[in-house]
């Protein structure tokens, strides 16, 4: 038996890219209120970091026309330009332009997943990113499913097939990596307040 064991991977500034799966206004209402809070305010702690440090922020929409645009206190917080790509496929691996946005920034093969619905839109994108030789990292915070049970059931699904499930605030820090950081003050108040 070997004692070597494969080094776990962290969340690297210059590696990451944050994507937003379909956090849309009328999906929203069908998730449990307390759990879409917390979700909710940790995808805007990731949006808000993701600022801070530079990291290109990509979200989609489902079916805009009938589940309406990203949620507008996500929407209202996202970078400039960040325009939601539009798809109906369940993986937003198979939406037209998605590819393109992802690999816009080609040397940025990290990708931290968040958004709704665990258990479908985001559990057939994961298996897609990992197809194409991205490490994903999925914060079990911010990410929802309907039913607690069928997000649970995913994240069991995901850890086993090598997505690393994480939390909010250690994304954060491990974009941050040293708090001697210029930026460390500006990201650690996003999750101070929680406190």
Not at 18 to 23: G, P, T
Not at 61 to 67: A, C, I
Not at 139 to 165: C, E, W, Y
């Amino acid at each position: 038996m070997s004692t070597h064991q494969a080094q776990m991977p962290l969340c690297q500034r210059a590696f990451s890219q944050l994507l937003i799966i379909d956090a849309q206004e009328r999906l929203a209402h069908a998730m449990p209120a307390d759990e879409l809070d917390l979700v909710v305010g940790n995808i805007n702690r990731l949006v808000s970091a993701a600022k801070i440090l530079g990291i290109p922020v990509i979200a989609t929409q489902h079916n805009s026309k009938g589940l309406g645009p990203v949620m507008a206190t996500i929407r209202d917080n996202m970078p400039e330009g960040a325009d939601p790509t539009e798809k109906t496929a369940f993986s937003c691996c198979t939406a037209p332009g998605f590819e393109r946005n992802i690999s816009a920034h080609p040397d940025r093969r990290q990708l931290i997943v968040v958004g709704m619905e665990a258990h479908i839109c985001i559990v057939q994108t994961v298996s897609g990113l990992q197809r194409w030789g991205y490490q994903v990292f999925v914060p079990a915070d911010a990410i929802v499913s309907r039913k607690s049970v069928f997000k649970q059931n995913v994240l069991d699904r995901m850890r086993h097939a090598g997505t690393q499930v994480v939390c909010t605030e250690s994304v954060g820090f491990e974009w941050l990596g040293d708090s001697t950081d210029v930026q460390f003050r500006e990201v650690w108040s996003l999750f101070k307040a929680d406190d």
